[in-house]
T-cell receptor, first 112, second 115 residues
Framework: SQQGEEDPQALSIQEGENATMNCSYK?????LQWYRQNSGRGLVHLIL?????REKHSGRLRVTLDTSKKSSSLLITASRAADTASYFC????????????FGKGTRLSVIA | DSGVTQTPKHLITATGQRVTLRCSPR?????VYWYQQSLDQGLQFLIQ???????AKGNILERFSAQQFPDLHSELNLSSLELGDSALYFC??????????????FGPGTRLLVL
């Protein structure tokens, strides 16, 4: 079963605009991660936020985590055409050595 | 480059056949994970090995099996292949888990096409 689910499924914006993607999950977690996948390539880790953190920044990326609502958001500021990719959230259930569970992703298209 | 290598990059085979996918983890990583990614199912976790031992099992079919060798490379064996097994197969590796999952590093994937 899917632990994390991203919303929207697809997003199309103009270069220079901000892109916001959301992730909702079902059970308590230790941490939540965001990954990026260019078409047909392997996933690349972007950022990890722990359950006791509320916000984290990395370059043009800003991630928030609301454990009370079991949700996270990924904001990409000043988007570029090269940001075109699918973005996945991944969560681990807070119970022992459970593996990461990935959502189905948000497909972001940045139009130049 | 994540440091995780997978071979082959592409594989075309017929239904009923058996194939082996190979993965070498990043230097120092003891955990290896296998995932299947298809258009309609998203990224599905198949199985995890840690230092040669099976650690966690996901939605892996009985026709599929995996192992991790003493040098830490891993192989995923797919047998009695069906058309629906056509997908991208990814391997990922990570540092030893300490009760919570840390970053996983993904290989470039093997694209399997079953005709």
């Amino acid at each position: 079963s899917q632990q994390g689910e991203e919303d929207p499924q697809a997003l199309s914006i103009q270069e220079g605009e901000n892109a916001t993607m959301n992730c909702s999950y079902k059970t308590s977690i230790n941490n939540l991660q965001w990954y990026r996948q260019n078409s047909g390539r392997g996933l690349v880790h972007l950022i990890l936020i722990r359950s006791n953190e509320r916000e984290k920044h990395s370059g043009r990326l800003r991630v928030t985590l609301d454990t009370s609502k079991k949700s996270s958001s990924l904001l990409i500021t000043a988007s570029r055409a090269a940001d075109t990719a699918s973005y996945f959230c991944a969560t681990d259930a807070n119970s022992g050595n459970t593996p990461l569970v990935f959502g189905k992703g948000t497909r972001l298209s940045v139009i130049a | 480059d994540s440091g995780v290598t997978q071979t082959p990059k592409h594989l075309i085979t017929a239904t009923g056949q058996r194939v082996t996918l190979r993965c070498s983890p990043r230097s120092g990583d003891l955990s290896v994970y296998w995932y299947q990614q298809s258009l309609d199912q998203g990224l599905q976790f198949l199985i995890q090995y840690y230092n040669g031992e099976e650690r966690a099992k996901g939605n892996i079919l009985e026709r599929f099996s995996a192992q991790q060798f003493p040098d830490l490379h891993s192989e995923l064996n797919l047998s009695s292949l069906e058309l629906g097994d056509s997908a991208l197969y990814f391997c990922a590796s990570s540092q030893p888990p300490t009760g919570e999952q840390e970053t996983q590093y993904f290989g470039p994937g093997t694209r399997l096409l079953v005709l």
